[in-house]
Nanobody, 122 residues
Framework: VQLVESGGGLVQPGGSLRLSCAAS????????MSWYRRAPGKERELVAG????????YYAASVKGRFTISRDNAKDTLYLQMNSLKPEDTAVYYC????????????????WGQGTQVTVSS
């Protein structure tokens, strides 16, 4: 399994970024996928998830209405469109697959990518 995140950067409050996660080594189209983030001094937390077949989504309350998760199964790529960014969104963002949709959001894959840094600051 290989997960490669990209698209992070420095953005002002209220700005937007689009993150990508290129997946390989597993059957991407058959897995639900999720975005996670780890802010300085905090535990890694779930941001959003998307199911494999019907594209159903889930969002953490802190990002609902501002972030949109999507996927392109033909390209084995996961996306996270982040709008109206806030300083509290500053974190390293990672992708992975959830163990069980809706009940166990911990990562299914033991290996993580390097993540992509998002910094929201004026």
């Amino acid at each position: 399994v290989q997960l490669v995140e990209s698209g992070g950067g420095l953005v002002q409050p209220g700005g937007s970024l689009r993150l990508s996660c290129a997946a390989s080594g597993f059957s991407f189209s058959t897995y639900a996928m999720s975005w996670y983030r780890r802010a300085p001094g905090k535990e890694r937390e779930l941001v959003a998830g998307i199911r494999s077949m019907d594209g159903g989504t889930y969002y953490a309350a802190s990002v609902k209405g501002r972030f949109t998760i999507s996927r392109d199964n033909a390209k084995d790529t996961l996306y996270l469109q982040m709008n109206s960014l806030k300083p509290e969104d500053t974190a390293v963002y990672y992708c992975n697959a959830p163990r069980t949709w809706g009940t166990d959001w911990s990562a299914a894959f033991g290996s993580w990518g390097q993540g992509t840094q998002v910094t929201v600051s004026s």
